[in-house]
């Protein structure tokens, strides 16, 4: 009977060990609230360079501009 104790814990232990490493493993890459959308997050304007945050930006295709007028130049040299 104690041999039988003894497998039920150490069974019982091995269980508890593997879920919680599962668990750990799972949660670990971003658990925390996901990332702010929107307020918050500064972009950089592809034409000027400016940071603004990403709500007031203008997206054009893949980049951001501060101004529908960098918007409508494009991406600028880099000064
Ligand atoms: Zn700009």
Redesign the pocket.
Known sequence: MGRFLVLVIVVVLAVWLIRRALSGSASRGKQPSPPPQGDGELVT?A????HLPRSEARPSGEAL???EE?ARLGPGEPK
């Open positions: 304007c034409h000027c360079g400016v501009y501060c101004s960098h």
